[in-house]
């Protein structure tokens, strides 16, 4: 029985000259049809001997399973997901969308040569900095600009530079840690410089940093407080007065700002509104802030600044490590440019346009979806609720915006399984769950992506 069974198994040459298993090879190319067809085969072989297979599989059957197999291993891991948790900046998603600018840039270099390294006036090589510090100059009103792949690295770039085996005078309420990866303390360390502590957790004076100051003092650094609000008796000091003690004492000062913005955000209801530029007028030497944060451009470190130490980390070995690529720089330079129209750029780069919703447009979003999704048959019940989204990405701390959401119940389903189907839909949709409801907050939904929700919430319960 179960020899005949084997026996009868298809045969190689007759599988690969089926004509529905010879397309797949014009997909996915011979070499893996073969192996999997191999390893089907094995499978059924042993599955026959075993007997936990009483008959031989058909050529559909084998075929199936291949195609199935090798449509798996080419479906991406990373991937486009919608995100309905509020949280505009959010890190574990990828931060910020790019405006159709900065994506048309990329694909630009990315499908031509283009002038990276090569300076086109002269004919020679050129340097890949040049293309954007005049940008950077011109917004940030700094005397010159250089690019890292991070926010993380410009700080080890910058403290590697002006302060290996040397001094670095921080205030302790700002030894921050930010997404458990960056650390303060330790990317001191890693750059060869020295950490001396000063003030107290939630008051630093500006005579704790001059008492602190000595032979080896090389840099006194303030740090945004990216992703915590100390709230009460608190004295932290001012980006003018750190950068004329620097002066007095001729130490160099820069500041960490983290999520750099280039457009005033108190004109839109935020309390924080430091800009790169008010920093810049402060004095402050060295500035760093991360390009994918507010600003709303890819993942980039920025570092703006006095022109001397910026000629010098141009120099630094470490630089040619850090450096970005031509698809971060397309990009990045295309963001800027949106910064020259100070009309149009709110609406441009989707993070300044997702934070800026005003609640009636808000509200217009949740009607438009609510009233789409109702078309669903009768197991689900959405309402609209008030509720707050975080602007993310350590950037505003503390501080809540106004949105709307779509609550979702079901009367067959429990909430972690709806959040469950949405997160494991084809494309995948993240949200979250609040005393037994699942939330999608629309600030951070596109309108195109309404119909994509509505679709797995109907496949979960045809199910
Ligand atoms: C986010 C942040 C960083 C790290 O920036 P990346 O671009 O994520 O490397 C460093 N410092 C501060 C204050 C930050 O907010």
Redesign the pocket.
């Known amino acids: 029985m179960k020899n005949e069974l084997l026996r009868n198994l298809p045969k190689m040459d007759l599988l690969i000259n089926d004509q529905k298993v010879k397309n797949l090879i014009g997909i996915f190319g011979r070499e893996s049809i073969l192996k999997e067809l191999r390893e089907t085969l094995d499978f059924y072989r042993r599955a026959i001997l075993n007997e936990e297979k009483d008959s031989v599989p058909t050529i559909e059957e084998i075929r199936g399973k291949v195609e199935n197999k090798l449509s798996i291993k080419k479906e991406p891991s990373i991937k486009r997901v919608i995100n309905a948790t509020g949280i505009v900046i959010h ?1 574990n998603l990828g931060r910020s969308l790019l405006s159709e600018n900065s994506i048309k840039a990329m694909i630009n270099v990315a499908r031509g040569y283009s002038n990276l390294e090569y300076n086109l006036k002269d004919g020679k090589r050129g340097s890949r900095h040049d293309h954007i510090s005049n940008i950077l100059k011109e917004l940030t009103g700094a005397e010159d600009a250089v690019v890292v792949n ?4 410009a ?1 080890m770039l910058v403290l590697n530079e002006l302060s290996k085996n040397k001094e670095v005078i921080v205030s302790r309420g700002e030894l ?1 840690e ?2 458990g990866s ?1 650390r303060v303390p330790e990317i001191m360390e890693l750059s060869g410089s020295f950490l001396k502590e000063v003030g107290t957790t939630n008051r630093t004076h500006l005579s704790d940093y001059e008492n602190a100051i000595g032979d080896n003092t090389s840099l006194l650094l303030k ?5 915590f609000k100390i709230i009460g008796f608190t004295k932290e000091v001012s980006s003018e007065e750190l950068a004329s003690l620097g002066k007095k004492h001729n130490i160099i000062t820069m500041e ?4 750099g913005i280039l457009v005033d955000l108190s004109e839109e209801g935020f309390s924080e509104s430091k800009t790169v530029m008010d920093v810049v007028k402060s004095g402050i030497d060295i500035i ?1 802030f ?4 507010l600003l709303g451009g890819p ?3 920025i570092i703006v600044g006095k022109k001397e130490y910026i000629e010098r980390l141009k120099k630094n070995q470490l630089m040619r490590a850090l450096r970005v690529d031509k698809i971060t720089l397309a990009a990045l330079e295309a963001t800027l440019m949106e910064y020259l129209n100070k009309e149009s750029v709110m609406k441009e780069i989707p993070t300044l346009n997702m934070i800026s919703l005003t609640k009636e447009e808000l509200k217009k979003k949740a009607l438009e979806l609510k009233s789409m999704l109702d078309s669903i048959e009768l197991d689900y019940s959405f309402s609209i609720s008030e509720n707050t989204s975080f602007v993310g ?3 505003m701390p503390g501080e809540e915006i106004t949105s709307y959401v779509i609550e979702i119940v079901s009367k067959s389903l429990e909430a972690n399984e709806i959040e469950k189907s949405l997160r494991e839909y084809k494309t995948p949709i993240i949200s979250r769950i609040n005393k037994g409801k699942v939330l999608l907050d629309v600030r951070t939904i596109k309108e195109d992506e309404y119909e994509t929700i509505l679709k797995a919430l109907e496949e979960r319960i045809n199910k």
């Open positions: 890190t991070n926010n993380a690295a700080v921050v930010i997404g960056f740090v945004h407080s990216s992703n960490d700002l983290g999520s760093t991360s390009g994918d944060k993942q980039a470190g990405g350590g950037s």
